[in-house]
């Protein structure tokens, strides 16, 4: 009989409310085909020598809100941050491939969101129409502090 799964530090981050989608990037598509926008998702592995551009993660699928596992655009993520994971269905799909400290994750976590940043901006190579709702962080108003 075994105990409770260790805990493990992983990266957490939400998808994107809108991505762009089509010729220029001009029409809008909400989250992406395997998750709804906003949902939380884990990274499990990344693809260094893919200059982190796909990430697999683990989080609730669109269609069945069951936990699934898939390979995702970096750039269709955002918020990326460490987060000390307890969830059974999360451990047993990351399978030990999480940091060994939280100062790793937060290293990890700082350059997703940069490769994130620099995908979303250089992916389609045009600015967002005059009505954007990708709501990724170049297109958000600023608010004075």
């Not at 989250?31 to 592995?45: C, E, I, M, S």
């Amino acid at each position: 009989m075994s105990g409770p799964p260790e805990s493990v530090w992983l990266v957490a981050a939400n998808v994107v409310l809108w991505r762009r989608y089509g010729e220029l990037g001009q029409e809008f598509r909400p989250g992406t085909k395997a998750y709804r926008g906003g949902a939380k998702v884990y990274v499990v592995d990344t693809y260094p020598g893919m200059g982190h551009q796909q990430l697999t993660t683990v989080g609730h699928g669109r269609h069945t809100g069951h936990w699934i596992t898939i390979d995702t655009g970096t750039r269709h993520l955002h918020t990326f941050r460490a987060r000390l994971v307890y969830v059974p269905a999360v451990l047993k799909r990351c399978a030990g491939r999480g940091s060994a400290t939280r100062e790793e994750a937060e290293e990890l976590a700082a350059l997703l969101e940069r490769v994130a940043r620099e995908e979303r901006r250089a992916h389609h190579g045009a600015p967002c129409p005059d009505r954007c709702r990708c709501r990724c962080h170049e297109c958000l108003p600023v608010i004075p502090g």
